[in-house]
């Protein structure tokens, strides 16, 4: 495997991958622990290597909260399980719901800190956008959470269970695969899942494992602002979709809309996504374009598009901007949305206009913030402020 030490942001926050062990701040806490980590576990406490995969089942399978109803391992075990590890999900500091079904969950974990997790129900299926920061360190001028400076990195567990909090919410578990209305997962939450890689990496592989949490890496789809030297990374060991937050035609634009740009220029995006490992035009790049407001709007932006995607198995997907306080920005008209998407589905590319959902409780596309702020000193060496994506 790759060094995975980075120089990013990413390396300003964020606890390691070792496997939880119990200390006097707490047990041991199963929910973020993958397969390796159960076989520790097991070894740790001399118990047969096979008692991982039951533990695994009743954990990451039937979701249970409790060790008392884990009927296949022995009541000793259970006890000494309850006395030194535990099952706590995410507390929903919030659960609201939107006219339009949209549901938003405030998540608050063990240390107090807070991120959002959204429920978006249609016919079709059910995506669940799932948070991989407390906060963000892109400060992308159109989006509410690029308000709110980096907290940290959330764990696999804390990644993890954001899944299972919901699913516990909505009352799915021992549900076949089918009949589920969390169907999809996209990680699409607060921060930049490529700047907490290893994090995020962890918690998806959980989450893909076919005799656990089961969602396939088809179903699975990981948003970037454009993270290049990542980007490879992810579809090699991960395999999961891609989205790329775009949003502009030329540098200029984008410099100012995604700073992350300033780094990472169009072109270079671009390349990678040509090279993103599987793309094919059975299982295309969502590129993620706002609609501001004689910004990037104009039926020249829209040819533009055209002409920078072209070659690269893609879909467009036109996200009328979702206003929030003190918001720079005006959503485009419906006219020049209609005629946008016209140009760039006439030149070859598909270009749905995504329908806006979870406006009314601040859970669209781009409104997600929380009250979490920076408290932890910087470690020594780092900045005080761990974004800056200029040269």
Same mark, same amino acid.
């Given at each position: 495997?790759a060094? +995975?030490?980075? +120089?990013?942001?990413d390396?300003a926050?964020?606890?390691?991958?070792?496997?939880?062990?119990?200390?006097a701040?707490g047990?041991i806490?199963?929910?973020?622990?993958?397969?390796?980590?159960?076989?520790r576990?097991?070894?740790?406490l001399?118990?047969?290597?096979? #008692?991982? =995969?039951q533990?695994?089942?009743w954990?990451?399978?039937?979701?249970?909260? *409790?060790?008392?109803?884990?009927? +296949?391992?022995a009541?000793?075990?259970?006890?000494?399980?309850?006395?030194i590890?535990?099952l706590?999900?995410p507390?929903?500091?919030e659960d609201?719901?939107?006219?339009?079904?949209?549901? &938003?969950?405030?998540?608050?974990?063990?240390?107090?800190?807070l991120?959002?997790? $959204?429920?978006?129900?249609?016919?079709e299926r059910?995506?669940?956008?799932?948070?991989?920061?407390?906060g963000?360190?892109? =400060?992308?001028r159109?989006?509410?959470?690029?308000?709110? #400076?980096? /907290?940290?990195?959330l764990?696999?567990?804390?990644?993890?269970?954001q899944? !299972?909090?919901?699913?516990?919410?909505?009352?799915?578990?021992?549900l076949r695969?089918q009949?589920r209305?969390? +169907?999809?997962i996209? %990680?699409?939450? !607060?921060?930049?899942?490529?700047?907490?890689?290893?994090?995020?990496? &962890? @918690?998806?592989?959980?989450?893909?494992?076919?005799?656990?949490?089961s $969602?396939s890496?088809?179903?699975?789809?990981?948003?970037?602002?454009?993270?290049v030297?990542?980007m490879?990374?992810?579809?090699?060991?991960?395999?999961?979709?891609?989205?790329?937050?775009?949003?502009a035609?030329?540098d200029?634009v984008?410099?100012?809309l995604?700073?992350l740009?300033?780094?990472?220029?169009?072109k270079?995006?671009?390349?990678?996504?040509?090279?993103?490992?599987?793309?094919? =035009?059975?299982?295309?790049?969502?590129?993620?374009?706002? %609609?501001?407001k004689?910004?990037?709007?104009?039926?020249?932006?829209?040819r533009?598009?055209?002409?920078?995607?072209?070659?690269?198995?893609a879909?467009?997907n036109?996200?009328p901007f979702?206003?929030?306080?003190?918001a720079?920005?005006?959503?485009?008209?419906d006219?020049a949305?209609?005629e946008? @998407?016209r140009? /760039?589905?006439?030149?070859?590319l598909s270009?749905?206009?995504?329908?806006?959902?979870?406006?009314d409780?601040?859970?669209?596309?781009?409104?997600l913030?929380t009250?979490? $702020?920076?408290a932890?000193a910087?470690?020594?060496?780092?900045?005080?402020d761990?974004v *800056?994506?200029?040269?």
């Amino acid at each position: 495997m790759a060094d +995975t030490k980075m +120089t990013e942001p990413d390396a300003a926050a964020g606890p390691g991958l070792a496997a939880p062990v119990a200390t006097a701040e707490g047990p041991i806490r199963l929910i973020g622990m993958d397969r390796g980590d159960f076989g520790r576990l097991m070894e740790r406490l001399g118990e047969k290597p096979f #008692r991982a =995969n039951q533990l695994w089942a009743w954990v990451y399978g039937r979701g249970l909260a *409790d060790f008392d109803g884990m009927t +296949t391992l022995a009541k000793s075990f259970r006890a000494r399980l309850a006395e030194i590890c535990t099952l706590a999900r995410p507390q929903a500091a919030e659960d609201i719901l939107s006219a339009d079904t949209t549901r &938003k969950w405030l998540f608050r974990f063990a240390d107090g800190e807070l991120a959002e997790t $959204v429920f978006i129900p249609n016919a079709e299926r059910g995506s669940l956008c799932v948070s991989s920061q407390v906060g963000c360190t892109l =400060n992308c001028r159109f989006c509410h959470t690029g308000t709110q #400076r980096l /907290v940290r990195n959330l764990d696999p567990g804390e990644i993890v269970g954001q899944l !299972m909090a919901a699913r516990d919410a909505i009352g799915e578990w021992g549900l076949r695969s089918q009949d589920r209305m969390i +169907t999809n997962i996209v %990680m699409m939450g !607060m921060g930049e899942p490529l700047y907490n890689f290893d994090n995020v990496a &962890k @918690a998806l592989r959980i989450v893909m494992d076919p005799e656990g949490l089961s $969602v396939s890496k088809r179903r699975i789809t990981l948003s970037t602002a454009g993270v290049v030297p990542m980007m490879a990374r992810c579809g090699e060991e991960l395999g999961v979709n891609l989205a790329v937050s775009l949003h502009a035609v030329t540098d200029e634009v984008r410099d100012v809309l995604v700073p992350l740009n300033r780094k990472y220029p169009i072109k270079e995006l671009l390349d990678a996504c040509r090279a993103y490992p599987g793309v094919h =035009n059975a299982r295309r790049i969502t590129f993620e374009y706002v %609609m501001l407001k004689g910004v990037n709007d104009s039926p020249a932006d829209a040819r533009a598009l055209v002409r920078l995607l072209k070659g690269i198995p893609a879909k467009t997907n036109l996200i009328p901007f979702n206003p929030w306080p003190g918001a720079p920005y005006e959503c485009s008209t419906d006219a020049a949305i209609r005629e946008f @998407a016209r140009i /760039v589905n006439d030149g070859g590319l598909s270009a749905p206009i995504r329908t806006p959902r979870g406006r009314d409780i601040l859970a669209a596309c781009g409104q997600l913030k929380t009250a979490s $702020v920076k408290a932890r000193a910087p470690r020594p060496g780092a900045p005080a402020d761990p974004v *800056d994506a200029s040269r």
